[in-house]
């Protein structure tokens, strides 16, 4: 039978469909992992990829409270208005936030920040371990992608980490027919990757259909800031200018969100989720690539420190 739709009409049927399939997907994860572990957590930054995390939380285990508590690993170096809209977002939710501060941990010695490096991305592993420790957690939900960057395409849905808290991509277990093993040994815990399979468009054209709010630094903006390492970085307090930088008035946009001293903005003047939709199918350099001055110090950044614990 020869379909007589609009064209329109079909393409919708056809993303409904997709984003269909991705969603429950993520559920049956979520769902598979508070069944086979005893302490997860969610961990949560008020970043795109973590808001539809919350989503797929919701969709998986309301009217009832989630399983798990949700954490935020805390630089101290986040943007303000991402940080207003995590504690917003977490008490509407009405759930258990949990913030491990990354000064709290230079405060007592445990990491030391570097001299002449403003970033504190690096300092977040021994953070998060301790977090692990403390509270006895056995799995940790990650809004990480597989788009993203290579070192997170190598990540199962499931990824062991040791003792130590370390991965070795080299001992990662088959995921075959979607089974996944949970099993863990004293010490060892996993991280999980329920929105793995999902790409930068995915999650945009979810939040969209989904009707879902993000903080407005996703959407163009008139912001200060100054050139660096061939990015835009916002003027903070957290960053000193060189004698050859100055601060410019320019309309920007944040793809990704994370540490200000390292996540660079893009030209943009797409203030609407339609534009941003219609701008990531332009775009030929996932966000990380394209704003994050911590993954393009190396080939092997990322994935080093993956293996020494980060997330």
């Given amino acids: 039978m020869i379909e007589t739709r609009p064209a329109g009409e079909r393409a919708i049927r056809q993303r409904a469909t997709h984003l269909d399939a991705l969603e429950a997907e993520s559920i049956f994860i979520m769902r598979e992992v508070a069944a086979e572990f005893q302490r997860p957590v969610l961990l949560f930054s008020g970043g795109k990829d973590s808001i539809v995390l919350l989503r797929i939380a919701e969709k998986a285990f309301r009217p009832a409270k989630f399983p798990f508590p949700i954490m935020h690993i805390d630089t101290g170096h986040n943007f303000p208005e991402v940080l207003e809209f995590r504690d917003r977002r977490v008490e509407e939710l009405g759930e258990r936030l949990i913030v491990a501060s990354v000064q709290e941990s230079i405060d007592k010695g445990r990491v030391r920040e570097e001299p002449g490096n403003p970033s504190r991305n690096r ?5 998060l371990l301790d977090a692990i420790l403390e509270h ?3 799995a940790l939900f990650g809004g ?10 190598k990540e199962r849905v499931f990824s062991l980490r040791d003792e130590f808290g370390q991965w070795e991509p080299r001992s990662q277990r088959p995921e075959l027919w979607a089974l996944s093993n949970g099993r863990i040994s004293q010490g060892q815990h996993m991280r999980v990757f329920p929105i793995s399979n999902w790409t930068e468009m995915d999650v945009w054209q979810y939040i969209e259909r989904e009707g879902i709010e993000v903080p407005q630094i996703y959407f163009a903006h008139e912001r200060d800031v100054f050139r660096r390492d061939g990015m835009w970085l916002a003027t903070s307090p957290y960053l000193e200018l060189g004698a050859d930088e100055t601060v410019e008035r320019q309309v920007v946009r ?5 540490d200000m001293t390292c996540t660079g903005a893009v030209n943009s003047d797409a203030a609407t989720l339609e534009a941003i939709i219609a701008e990531t199918a332009a775009a030929r350099i996932t966000e990380r690539g394209a704003t994050r001055a911590d993954d393009s110090f190396s080939e092997t950044a990322m994935e080093d420190r993956k293996k020494e614990g980060y997330f």
């Fill in 123 to 127: 300092l977040q592993t021994t953070t």
């Fill in 144 to 153: 990480a992608r597989r788009d993203e960057e290579k070192a997170r395409a």
């Fill in 254 to 258: 944040y793809r990704t969100v994370g």
């Fill in 136 to 138: 006895k957690f056995d």
